[in-house]
């Protein structure tokens, strides 16, 4: 461990930490430029083989980014996207964000530092940002973007200069540091430890934004929602969203193990995947209806009446069925496609039923910070299956690239253990996460 690091796992003051020196090179999860055509033809394309641990260059800083010393980090799907190189790589990405020049074409290495949430303690701000400061506990929001840009000030998705940071950017959070930009940092909250600071900011931000958030669907009270994959990393952050907002929360899951958990998330209506009947035989398009009325069914027998929203991130293998199953008049929003990005629907029931498709990608600066405050407030919790040292980054990431977590997987850089980082344990005992965690279940650390 460098001298900077070990003042910030000692805890030392901002002043304390501006004496020890930015080290040269420092430990990261990376990609090599080398191994892009490396699955090709492969069915199994094995994430642990592309993620690479090991020192890296330390990158110059621009005046308006922060260096955080990343306590822990967090698992997406986009890591699984990067590390199998697919659809495209994302060092495509990087060479075409450095050609805008400056500090941009720092961006473009033959490695690739992933990852795209981070907590951590501010070390070093450029000399341009002027809220943050060394020894600051921050999270960061997984979101880039271009300040100089119009309509960026509209709102920081529509530019179009934004990015996902660690996944179209260089120098993400699976890593003992990351550069982020000032706009990117918000308050950790200080009940909660290292690992569930870095759950949260990129799958609630996208799951406030799509449900809650001027952009999205705008859910009120009473409204009813359907939520695929209601125990994964978006949606056992929508179920509590919409249970918060005084909505009825259906979850669709894939397995009995799982649909325990959606009720104990909040869930008031759960249908498990496996006890569907079987449509293997018909194309997607008759699949997608045979599957929207057997679970319109199961709803109005519940519920009595059909979800005015569903949540879907699934993409091919269930957009048919979102389109075909949310009510007259209702809304499917989108913000992914995990199957498949080539959807295939009935235009019919979209069009004659007056149903709206919203599409919707990551979080703003505003929206992010909005979230964050729930999470303060006690409001929101982490949902956390799995923590993993930094080392083996690439268990963490092959996990999820199986499905076979729940809620987040959590990877630790500095933080030398799971459980650190609170420093308010009586906010922690008002919002009772460790009895959120004890109802939850092994998903709730």
Request: net charge negative.
């Given at each position: 461990?460098?001298?900077?690091?070990?003042?910030?796992?000692?805890?030392?003051?901002?002043?304390?930490?501006?004496?020890?020196?930015?080290?040269?090179?420092?430990?990261?999860?990376?990609?090599?430029?080398?191994?892009?055509?490396?699955?090709?033809?492969?069915?199994?394309?094995?994430?642990?083989?592309?993620?690479?641990?090991?020192?890296?260059?330390?990158?110059?800083?621009?005046?308006?980014?922060?260096?955080?010393?990343?306590?822990?980090?967090?698992?997406?799907?986009?890591?699984?996207?990067?590390?199998?190189?697919?659809?495209?790589?994302?060092?495509?990405?990087?060479?075409?964000?450095?050609?805008?020049?400056?500090?941009?074409?720092?961006?473009?290495?033959?490695?690739?530092?992933?990852?795209?949430?981070?907590?951590?303690?501010?070390?070093?701000?450029?000399?341009?940002?002027?809220?943050?400061?060394?020894?600051?506990?921050?999270?960061?929001?997984?979101?880039?973007?271009?300040?100089?840009?119009?309509?960026?000030?509209?709102?920081?998705?529509?530019?179009?200069?934004?990015?996902?940071?660690?996944?179209?950017?260089?120098?993400?959070?699976?890593?003992?540091?990351?550069?982020?930009?000032?706009?990117?940092?918000?308050?950790?909250?200080?009940?909660?430890?290292?690992?569930?600071?870095?759950?949260?900011?990129?799958?609630?931000?996208?799951?406030?934004?799509?449900?809650?958030?001027?952009?999205?669907?705008?859910?009120?009270?009473?409204?009813?929602?359907?939520?695929?994959?209601?125990t994964g990393g978006l949606g056992a952050f929508a179920v509590q969203l919409v249970k918060n907002g005084g909505g009825t929360a259906i979850g669709i899951v894939g397995s009995e193990a799982k649909a325990g958990l959606a009720r104990r998330l909040g869930c008031d209506l759960v249908i498990n995947r496996e006890e569907l009947?079987?449509?293997?035989?018909?194309?997607?398009?008759?699949?997608?209806?045979?599957?929207?009325?057997?679970?319109?069914?199961?709803?109005?027998?519940?519920?009595?009446?059909?979800?005015?929203?569903?949540?879907?991130?699934?993409?091919?293998?269930?957009?048919?069925?979102?389109?075909?199953?949310?009510?007259?008049?209702?809304?499917?929003?989108?913000?992914?496609?995990?199957?498949?990005?080539?959807?295939?629907?009935?235009?019919?029931?979209?069009?004659?039923?007056?149903?709206?498709?919203?599409?919707?990608?990551?979080?703003?600066?505003?929206?992010?910070?909005?979230?964050?405050?729930?999470?303060?407030?006690?409001?929101?919790?982490?949902?956390?299956?799995?923590?993993?040292?930094?080392?083996?980054?690439?268990?963490?990431?092959?996990?999820?690239?199986?499905?076979?977590?729940?809620?987040?997987?959590?990877?630790?850089?500095?933080?030398?253990?799971?459980?650190?980082?609170?420093?308010?344990?009586?906010?922690?005992?008002?919002?009772?996460?460790?009895?959120?965690?004890?109802?939850?279940?092994?998903?709730?650390?």
């Amino acid at each position: 461990m460098d001298s900077l690091a070990h003042a910030v796992a000692e805890g030392a003051t901002g002043e304390q930490l501006l004496a020890e020196p930015v080290p040269a090179d420092y430990l990261a999860a990376h990609l090599r430029r080398e191994d892009v055509g490396m699955f090709r033809d492969i069915a199994d394309k094995d994430v642990r083989k592309s993620i690479r641990v090991g020192y890296v260059p330390m990158p110059e800083l621009a005046p308006d980014e922060v260096l955080v010393a990343v306590m822990a980090s967090s698992i997406n799907f986009n890591t699984v996207w990067s590390a199998t190189f697919e659809p495209v790589s994302t060092f495509g990405m990087l060479s075409r964000f450095a050609r805008q020049g400056g500090f941009a074409a720092r961006h473009d290495q033959d490695h690739q530092v992933i990852g795209s949430d981070a907590s951590g303690v501010v070390v070093r701000a450029g000399s341009g940002v002027r809220h943050w400061k060394p020894g600051d506990h921050v999270v960061v929001s997984p979101v880039y973007v271009d300040d100089q840009e119009p309509l960026t000030h509209h709102d920081g998705m529509l530019g179009a200069g934004q990015l996902a940071w660690g996944y179209e950017t260089n120098f993400g959070g699976l890593a003992t540091y990351a550069v982020v930009r000032a706009s990117q940092v918000l308050p950790k909250p200080a009940h909660l430890t290292w690992e569930e600071s870095a759950c949260f900011a990129l799958c609630a931000g996208t799951a406030y934004r799509m449900l809650v958030g001027e952009h999205g669907a705008r859910i009120k009270q009473g409204d009813i929602v359907l939520i695929w994959g209601a125990t994964g990393g978006l949606g056992a952050f929508a179920v509590q969203l919409v249970k918060n907002g005084g909505g009825t929360a259906i979850g669709i899951v894939g397995s009995e193990a799982k649909a325990g958990l959606a009720r104990r998330l909040g869930c008031d209506l759960v249908i498990n995947r496996e006890e569907l009947p079987g449509t293997e035989e018909l194309d997607l398009a008759a699949r997608s209806q045979a599957i929207g009325k057997h679970i319109g069914r199961i709803i109005r027998a519940g519920l009595g009446e059909d979800p005015h929203v569903v949540f879907d991130h699934v993409g091919r293998q269930t957009f048919g069925t979102s389109v075909f199953v949310v009510r007259r008049g209702g809304v499917v929003v989108t913000c992914g496609s995990t199957t498949g990005y080539q959807h295939q629907f009935d235009n019919r029931y979209l069009w004659m039923n007056l149903k709206r498709i919203i599409g919707s990608h990551g979080v703003n600066y505003s929206e992010m910070a909005e979230c964050t405050r729930l999470f303060r407030q006690g409001m929101l919790r982490p949902v956390l299956s799995a923590t993993y040292p930094l080392a083996e980054t690439g268990e963490a990431a092959r996990l999820v690239q199986l499905n076979e977590h729940v809620g987040k997987v959590a990877v630790t850089c500095l933080a030398p253990e799971p459980g650190l980082g609170v420093t308010d344990p009586r906010a922690r005992e008002r919002a009772g996460i460790e009895r959120w965690h004890e109802t939850v279940g092994p998903a709730g650390r």
